[in-house]
């Protein structure tokens, strides 16, 4: 079993968090057995903490925590397991009402699974303030779109979610995994279209749907919208090896040299909202 020593972020931005997953998955073949070593994180950030718990789930690989700093809160929000049923999650947020547990998103629970979304959001709508005009469907339209997109299209049977608020800081950073077939996987499949990671992720981005029967598929274009033109925030969306780092006035692919997630991780931040929003001007 290889032992990975996860690296704490140079800062707290989405690229820094970004590097430190590739330093960690670098050199890594998909599925092998691994134990993270979390120790040296002083902080949580969704982007570095949820794949590794989509990882360890997936593969059952372990985890140590024997000196870690943030040993309590990564089990308050129920690392690596997640929760996966809506009363757990009610009795989660009875227990620690500040804090917004790693979600499980299981594709057959059905209706529960999307009481389970509805509650994640609310429980966002709890720890951000969402007075602002709109603030609340700036915030649920990228979730649902983006968790639309794990079972519409990575053939898993499970998807992850995590959110995080920093009230010092004021904005919110939300991560959604899966372990699916991927982007580039899914155009081979689903139109038998041959193109590498980087095709893919600009396919996505022009609003090309991965299904054959569907003409245009906006979601995860509108929701980088919604979150980078709209509120100012930042986005990333990584599929095998190439991430898509985009911001206000800024669009990057990002090749990811000895590094491949089998799936997709789709990350974004954005700051507490302070001023109405109208999500009309970006709903394409």
């Known amino acids: 079993m290889k032992n990975i020593i996860i690296e704490k972020p140079i800062n707290d ?3 820094a968090q970004l590097l430190s997953l590739y330093n960690a998955f670098k050199n890594i073949k998909d599925g092998e057995d691994l134990n993270f070593d979390l120790n040296k ?38 690392f690596p397991k997640g929760i996966d049923s809506v009363s757990s999650l009610d009795e989660a947020m009875q227990i620690n009402k500040s804090y917004i547990p790693i979600g499980k998103l299981i594709k057959n629970l059905g209706i529960e699974r999307e009481r389970l979304e509805s509650m994640f959001s609310k429980m966002i709508y709890k720890v951000v303030d969402t007075s602002a005009q709109g603030a609340r469907s700036a915030i649920y339209y990228p979730i649902e779109e983006l968790v639309g997109n794990i079972f519409e299209h990575s053939k898993k049977e499970e998807g992850f979610i995590f959110g995080q608020y920093y009230p010092k800081k004021e904005y919110l ?74 911001s206000q006035n800024q669009d990057k692919i990002v090749e990811l040299p000895n590094f491949y997630w089998q799936g997709v991780i789709v990350a974004y931040r954005i700051p507490k909202p302070i001023k109405s929003f109208d999500i009309s001007k970006y709903v394409e």
């Open 13 to 15: 931005s989405l690229p």
């Open 41 to 78: 994180l002083v902080w949580v950030s969704p982007l570095l903490v949820l794949p590794i718990s989509a990882y360890i789930g997936s593969t059952n690989s372990s985890y140590n925590l024997d000196n870690c700093s943030v040993k309590e809160y990564l089990s308050i929000i129920n």
């Open 173 to 246: 950073d939300i991560c959604i995994v899966d372990r699916g077939r991927g982007l580039k996987g899914s155009y081979k499949e689903e139109q038998n279209i041959i193109i590498t990671d980087a095709e893919a992720i600009n396919r996505v981005m022009s609003g090309h749907s991965v299904k054959s029967d569907i003409e245009r598929g906006y979601g995860v274009r509108t929701s980088k919208r919604v979150v980078c033109e709209g509120l100012g925030g930042s986005f990333i969306l990584l599929s095998g090896s190439v991430a898509l780092i985009s």
